[in-house]
């Protein structure tokens, strides 16, 4: 698997940084998979995760390079999505705010269970999760303010707000979502897996 997991890692992301409609916007899109890919490269043995997360990360980091290649407002297919539904905007964006939510959520859990930072109930689990989603998209929110504050005109493609004046709350809102999701669709699983690391 992990054999698998670097060659789509590394193909993707070569075909990513081939000729991506704004280098700039690619760097900025694509730095969290690397510092990620780097995170993961050392503590793997140390500290492996499960299979699920692996994945998840994987899709992550897919959804970064996706965006990346082609800055967030202009994926293709979220292009025709816009005008088969009439919207006003491309949404891809929400995709990776959503993931922001869903993956890191796992994450967190699968960081706090097997740490034993936590020994409260599920209820206290699940909260302390979410309040890191939340932090995590705030923060998020701010580097991209702070990349506009400090690159000017060239961060538009970065931000990707597309004239939309609630993108920040909705972009949180949607982490918040993917969270919440994410601790019920695959709870369950992920237990299970844990129990085997």
């Known amino acids: 698997m992990k054999i698998a997991w670097i060659i789509i890692f590394t193909v993707v992301l070569l075909w990513s940084g081939y000729q991506p409609k704004d280098t700039f916007t690619w760097f900025l899109e694509v730095?969290?998979?690397l510092i990620g890919f780097v995170l993961l490269v050392f503590a793997h043995k140390k500290f492996p995760l499960t299979p699920l997360l692996y994945t998840l990360i994987l899709i992550h980091m897919i959804i970064l390079?996706?965006?990346g290649h082609y800055t967030y407002a202009e994926v293709p297919l979220f292009d025709t999505i816009k005008e088969m539904f009439d919207q006003t905007r491309n949404?891809?964006?929400k995709v990776g705010h959503f993931a922001q939510?869903?993956?890191p959520a796992i994450l967190a859990r699968?960081?706090?269970?097997r740490?034993?930072?936590?020994s409260a109930s599920k209820i206290w689990l699940n909260?302390?999760?979410l309040s890191i989603i939340l932090a995590f998209s705030a923060f998020y929110e701010l580097i991209e303010w702070w990349v506009a504050l400090s690159s000017g005109e060239d961060a538009e493609a970065f931000l990707g707000t597309q004239g939309y004046v609630w993108d920040t709350q909705s972009d949180?809102?949607?982490?918040?979502l993917g969270g919440i999701l994410a601790l019920i669709i695959l709870s369950r699983l992920h237990d299970k897996q844990l129990r085997k690391v």
Do not use: Q, S, T
Not at 172 to 176: H, K, P
């Open 115 to 118: 740490k034993e930072v936590l």
């Open 31 to 33: 730095l969290p998979a």
């Open 91 to 93: 949404n891809y964006d």
């Open 110 to 113: 699968e960081i706090l269970i």
């Open 65 to 67: 390079m996706v965006g």
């Open 127 to 129: 909260y302390i999760i």
């Open 101 to 103: 939510g869903f993956i």
């Open 172 to 176: 949180m809102g949607f982490a918040l």
